[in-house]
């Protein structure tokens, strides 16, 4: 895995922990970093603006994923974002991807394939 630091947006700590989970199982050296809501994980992004990638939920408590996903791309272009997202419609992974989503991932689909996206990352 070549992501060594990784930012999870999700507001349900269950998430934020499979996910932490999983990344660790593929990278013991990945250093972790998690938010719950928008405000925080734009808080942290400006402090670790090294992270190699993000992980990002689309129902966010403070503002919608898709708002934060295009404030990310604006201020960190380069910063790939893959969505991590219950949503399942064709409508929300188009939004995604329009506004700059490196990738989209259901949270339904199986572990594996979220255990492979982290491996390219």
């Given amino acids: 895995m070549s992501c060594r630091k990784l930012l999870i947006c999700d507001d349900h700590p269950p998430i934020r922990t499979a996910v932490t989970y999983v990344a660790r199982e593929i990278s013991k050296d990945i250093e972790i970093v998690e938010a719950g809501s928008a405000s925080e994980a734009l808080a942290l992004i400006e402090q670790h603006p090294d992270i190699?990638?993000?992980?990002l939920d689309l129902r966010?408590?403070?503002m919608s994923g898709l708002d934060l996903l295009s404030h990310l791309k604006a201020k960190f272009p380069a910063t790939p974002v893959v969505i991590l997202s219950g949503d399942e419609t064709r409508a929300a992974v188009i939004g995604a991807l329009e506004r700059g989503a490196t990738g989209y991932i259901c949270k339904s689909a199986p572990t594996e394939l979220l255990a492979k996206y982290l491996e390219r990352a």
Avoid: E, T, Y
């Fill in 60 to 62: 966010m408590p403070d």
């Fill in 52 to 55: 190699d990638l993000v992980l």
